[in-house]
């Protein structure tokens, strides 16, 4: 078979590209070295966001598009992602309070806001929101963005792709690819070391931290770094805060750093911005930006955290288009698309930069891109389209929720809300014909159960315990090690037994 697309990588992008494709009627094959969202596409701030600092480095465009995104994304899968309401404590010392308000009222009106409610002033010492924060911190603003679980945002976009009839290839390495009669020839490897071969017609190289090296070695296309790698790390803590709001605090070297509500109990606290350029630890965070994460949010508490406080922390790489910029936090969180063909024929698409909240778009921008190739491409489609389990009736799932606590009387209300956070109508398929947790299987520890590790693996190409624990749930933040190992090796023992 000789395929219209092929996808190298299984981020956002790379998924989000496949799935657009798949509905428009082309034939796509996705390959992805890891898991899923493994690397930058699981270790963002979890944020479906306008980006409010961008502002002030004039990305109009960008932030438009993004806040028009946010209402999109929010509509599509109201399961994975939420309305989220940031707290900003006003420090003088970084912008003055008429800036901050009247950037605040642009992002308000730019993006066409209809969902999500206006940003506000208020007095931090007469609302409970403020108790947290020390005294000095008298007056602050308000204003909405929206929650993303990232990692199944990437793994639904595949899904979706799958059910489109796209051939989805997780744990799959691109050898090397050429040019051959018009056509690009492929060659890879999976995980247990079988070799396959493709032909397609145009490929999308949307390898994140790596189109450089795919460009390069991959597809023999010399064209020098166009990546500058930013390494951004968040820490995980317990919950300091009453209330459901997040806060967005000024720091003194002019960025700003995220508290955001995290699993419940816990608050997630991020991020930095560190250019890699040789050898540093690109997968977790280092000495100095524990410290600097502390230190910034330390400034604006009533008690202060210590690294004591830590429960857990992750880092990635945030692949940025190289603009040249002088500081890692000036560069363009805008995409770049670039495409190169061989005489008009077997083209190449890269993408370069991109964020979270406009993967969306920067499809189909890609695939606006690629259209002289394909005449036969279907209009673009995913704008009023639901991502799966995202089906729940104008978006409301505080109702979807009820309703499937009204099916399942059985089921406590925190394994409920586990289910339909993250599955959303598709928790049914999951529960299936269960009327108790005797059903659900051997019990593994917090609300987590074999019926859903063998869903997982089944419908969701979950193969490790990582893929469930780290990406597909979060419950390594709940499960010791004793219960981890337990969970790899019912995962071992059912797929040897497939």
Request: glycine content about 10%.
């Given at each position: 078979?000789?395929?219209?697309?092929?996808?190298?990588?299984?981020?956002?992008?790379?998924?989000?590209?496949?799935?657009?494709?798949?509905?428009?009627?082309?034939?796509?094959?996705?390959?992805?070295?890891?898991?899923?969202?493994?690397?930058?596409?699981?270790?963002?701030?979890?944020?479906?966001?306008?980006?409010?600092?961008?502002?002030?480095?004039?990305?109009?465009?960008?932030?438009?598009?993004?806040?028009?995104?946010?209402?999109?994304?929010?509509?599509?899968?109201?399961?994975?992602?939420?309305?989220?309401?940031?707290?900003?404590?006003?420090?003088?010392?970084?912008?003055?309070?008429?800036?901050?308000?009247?950037?605040?009222?642009?992002?308000?009106?730019?993006?066409?806001?209809?969902?999500?409610?206006?940003?506000?002033?208020?007095?931090?010492?007469?609302?409970?929101?403020?108790?947290?924060?020390?005294?000095?911190?008298?007056?602050?603003?308000?204003?909405?963005?929206?929650?993303?679980?990232?990692?199944?945002?990437?793994?639904?976009?595949?899904?979706?792709?799958?059910?489109?009839?796209?051939?989805?290839?997780?744990?799959?390495?691109?050898?090397?690819?050429?040019?051959?009669?018009?056509?690009?020839?492929?060659?890879?490897?999976?995980?247990?070391?079988?070799?396959?071969?493709?032909?397609?017609?145009?490929?999308?190289?949307?390898?994140?931290?790596?189109?450089?090296?795919?460009?390069?070695?991959?597809?023999?296309?010399?064209?020098?770094?166009?990546?500058?790698?930013?390494?951004?790390?968040?820490?995980?803590?317990?919950?300091?805060?009453?209330?459901?709001?997040?806060?967005?605090?000024?720091?003194?070297?002019?960025?700003?750093?995220?508290?955001?509500?995290?699993?419940?109990?816990?608050?997630?606290?991020?991020?930095?911005?560190?250019?890699?350029?040789?050898?540093?630890?690109?997968?977790?965070?280092?000495?100095?930006?524990?410290?600097?994460?502390?230190a910034a949010v330390n400034r604006y508490l009533v008690r202060p955290l210590a690294r004591s406080d830590i429960r857990a922390s992750y880092a990635g790489v945030r692949?940025?288009?190289?603009?040249?910029?002088?500081?890692?936090?000036?560069?363009?969180?805008?995409?770049?698309?670039?495409?190169?063909?061989?005489?008009?024929?077997?083209?190449?698409?890269?993408?370069?930069?991109?964020?979270?909240?406009?993967?969306?778009?920067?499809?189909?921008?890609?695939?606006?891109?690629?259209?002289?190739?394909?005449?036969?491409?279907?209009?673009?489609?995913?704008?009023?389209?639901?991502?799966?389990?995202?089906?729940?009736?104008?978006?409301?799932?505080?109702?979807?929720?009820?309703?499937?606590?009204?099916?399942?009387?059985?089921?406590?209300?925190?394994?409920?809300?586990?289910?339909?956070?993250?599955?959303?109508?598709?928790?049914?398929?999951?529960?299936?014909?269960?009327?108790?947790?005797?059903?659900?299987?051997?019990?593994?520890?917090?609300?987590?159960?074999?019926?859903?590790?063998?869903?997982?693996?089944?419908?969701?190409?979950?193969?490790?315990?990582?893929?469930?624990?780290?990406?597909?749930?979060?419950?390594?933040?709940?499960?010791?090690?004793?219960?981890?190992?337990?969970?790899?090796?019912?995962?071992?023992?059912?797929?040897?037994?497939?």
């Amino acid at each position: 078979m000789v395929y219209d697309l092929f996808i190298i990588g299984g981020g956002v992008n790379g998924t989000g590209i496949a799935r657009d494709a798949a509905g428009r009627g082309l034939s796509v094959a996705l390959c992805e070295k890891g898991d899923f969202a493994e690397g930058t596409s699981s270790k963002s701030s979890k944020l479906v966001h306008g980006g409010l600092r961008y502002l002030e480095y004039y990305e109009f465009r960008l932030v438009r598009e993004a806040l028009i995104e946010r209402e999109v994304l929010l509509r599509s899968a109201s399961h994975i992602i939420w309305p989220l309401r940031f707290l900003l404590p006003h420090s003088p010392e970084q912008r003055p309070a008429w800036m901050v308000r009247l950037g605040l009222l642009l992002y308000d009106h730019l993006g066409g806001r209809k969902i999500l409610p206006a940003s506000r002033g208020l007095r931090l010492d007469s609302v409970p929101e403020g108790a947290a924060l020390k005294p000095q911190f008298q007056r602050g603003f308000e204003y909405s963005d929206c929650w993303v679980d990232d990692a199944r945002l990437v793994v639904l976009n595949a899904l979706d792709a799958a059910a489109r009839g796209a051939k989805i290839m997780p744990r799959t390495t691109l050898v090397s690819a050429r040019r051959q009669d018009g056509r690009w020839m492929a060659d890879l490897v999976a995980s247990d070391g079988t070799r396959i071969s493709l032909e397609a017609k145009a490929i999308v190289n949307a390898a994140g931290p790596l189109v450089d090296e795919v460009q390069g070695r991959g597809l023999g296309q010399n064209d020098g770094p166009l990546v500058r790698r930013v390494k951004g790390s968040h820490i995980i803590v317990p919950k300091f805060f009453e209330g459901e709001h997040a806060f967005i605090l000024q720091n003194d070297d002019g960025r700003v750093i995220f508290i955001i509500p995290y699993q419940g109990d816990l608050a997630l606290i991020g991020t930095t911005d560190i250019t890699l350029s040789g050898d540093e630890p690109a997968d977790t965070i280092t000495d100095a930006e524990t410290d600097y994460l502390i230190a910034a949010v330390n400034r604006y508490l009533v008690r202060p955290l210590a690294r004591s406080d830590i429960r857990a922390s992750y880092a990635g790489v945030r692949p940025l288009h190289e603009d040249h910029a002088a500081n890692a936090s000036a560069v363009s969180r805008d995409y770049v698309l670039d495409v190169k063909s061989d005489g008009g024929a077997a083209p190449v698409l890269s993408v370069f930069g991109g964020k979270i909240t406009t993967f969306r778009k920067l499809a189909e921008h890609a695939l606006a891109q690629l259209q002289p190739w394909f005449p036969h491409m279907t209009p673009p489609w995913t704008a009023q389209a639901f991502l799966p389990g995202g089906d729940i009736p104008g978006a409301d799932f505080a109702g979807f929720a009820r309703q499937l606590a009204a099916q399942n009387p059985w089921l406590p209300e925190a394994m409920l809300m586990h289910y339909a956070r993250l599955y959303g109508t598709r928790a049914r398929d999951l529960l299936g014909d269960a009327t108790s947790l005797a059903d659900l299987g051997q019990h593994f520890g917090a609300s987590l159960y074999e019926r859903e590790i063998r869903f997982l693996v089944a419908q969701e190409w979950a193969q490790t315990g990582e893929d469930i624990l780290m990406r597909r749930t979060k419950y390594y933040l709940r499960l010791d090690a004793g219960a981890q190992a337990a969970v790899a090796a019912f995962v071992t023992e059912l797929r040897n037994s497939a």
